[in-house]
């Protein structure tokens, strides 16, 4: 079964890297992704910056021609980008914005509105949140009136899910990824996922999974392919390229 992995960090020790409340990730540089996917037949990806990257570009231009042009960019920016800036970053094959509202690191949720319309208008972006599902209510109508969104995770808590799932049936994207991290069963939260809205779901490793309680192991995928069964190649494959290589 080919796989569009969703979600995955490149931290290569050659650029910058600023701790983030007093972290500081292990290298894992595109030739240790390509090592640790090897047995998994991972055709194209979305790498996603960090919130120890900051607005640091030169990492993801350099893993971006490293693994290739079925990977694209998740990128961090503040407000203020010249279009010029996010015309050149578009070129080499970003496709995303990332507001981490989890950890920080990126520009502030206030500048969401704005700037996730304006990335849009310019280049067809998508935007991408990393927030836990309990403060989607807070920005519930920015969310909903925006042009395309994403959000990481699974929204992390089962406390929030029932806010997540009043998303999904108005097109927002939910990623399967950081099973490591959430609080629930993955795949209950899943198939309530894919009945709503079967374009909804897209599967990523979240490798190298930083600061995950569990890192991602191979066996995350069979949990795709064993309780999904014909539908599992919407989630692993087709939701992702389709929103990422549109």
């Not at 959000?151 to 399967?176: E, R, T």
């Amino acid at each position: 079964m080919k796989i569009f992995d969703s979600h995955l960090h490149i931290i290569d020790k050659r650029f910058p890297i600023s701790p983030n409340q007093g972290y500081i990730p292990d290298y894992f540089s595109s030739k240790d992704y390509l090592k640790k996917v090897d047995k998994l037949n991972v055709v194209g990806g979305a790498i996603v910056s960090g919130s120890f990257q900051g607005f640091d570009q030169t990492y993801l231009v350099d893993a971006l021609n490293t693994l290739g042009e079925n990977f694209v960019g998740v990128t961090q920016l503040p407000f203020n980008t010249t279009d010029d800036e996010i015309l050149r970053l578009n070129d080499i094959g970003v496709r995303a914005l990332r507001f981490n509202v989890n950890r920080g690191g990126s520009e502030d949720i206030s500048r969401l509105d704005y700037f996730a319309r304006r990335v849009y208008e310019l280049v067809n972006w998508h935007t991408e949140l990393y927030i836990n599902s309990n403060q989607l209510l807070e920005i519930k109508t920015i969310i909903e009136n925006l042009p395309a969104v994403s959000i990481d995770h699974l929204g992390l808590s089962k406390s929030g899910f029932n806010d997540l799932l009043s998303f999904v049936d108005k097109g927002i994207k939910i990623k399967a990824t950081g099973f490591g991290r959430i609080d629930f069963k993955p795949i209950e939260a899943i198939q309530s996922i894919y009945s709503l809205n079967p374009d909804a779901l897209m599967f990523g490793t979240d490798l190298p999974s930083t600061r995950a309680k569990r890192p991602f192991h191979d066996t995350d995928v069979d949990i795709i392919i064993n309780n999904l069964e014909e539908k599992q190649a919407k989630v692993l494959f087709k939701n992702a390229q389709k929103w990422y290589l549109k």
